[in-house]
């Protein structure tokens, strides 16, 4: 893993927050407003993730809001196992001078062939200037990327 692509884990005992670098778009939907965890997620301090800021229905509620799959979690007893979202149904939503955002648990096809499953929410680039495609990496911001 590259000085990109960062990966930390955060625990507070009953459940461990995962964050990898490399796939966060920035949309601060975890610290931000009146929707955000500032007391866990603040990134104006180190560490930025303080899981023992809330109890762990609260972290796991605020986790699956991150939009690229940069946070997961998993259960401490559970490590190794996939936390997946049981749903048959698929969203699509276009953001506004951001990603596609697809909801539920879908499988990608890289362009080796090898298939990814992805569970949750999928962030995926609309500018076409992500170093990571098909997946967003925040670049869209850099760039200036404008729907109109």
Not at 97 to 115: H, W
Request: charged share 25%; proline share 4%; aromatic share 8%.
């Amino acid at each position: 893993m590259d000085s990109k692509n960062i990966k930390k884990e955060y625990s507070n005992g009953e459940i461990t927050i995962v964050w990898q670098s490399g796939l966060c778009i920035h949309s601060t939907k975890c610290w931000k407003g009146n929707a955000g965890l500032l007391e866990v997620f603040n990134p104006a301090e180190k560490p930025w993730i303080k899981p023992q800021g809330a109890g762990t229905e609260r972290i796991i509620a605020q986790v699956n809001q991150c939009p690229s799959g940069a946070l997961s979690f998993y259960v401490n007893s559970n490590k190794g196992q996939n936390e997946t979202v049981d749903s048959s149904e698929h969203i699509v939503e276009v953001t506004k001078n951001g990603p596609l955002l697809v909801y539920g648990n879908i499988q990608v096809k890289n362009k080796e062939g090898k298939i990814e499953q992805k569970n949750k929410v999928t962030a995926f680039c609309r500018c076409g200037n992500s170093g990571n495609k098909p997946y967003c990496d925040g670049t869209h911001k850099k760039i200036g990327f404008c729907d109109e």
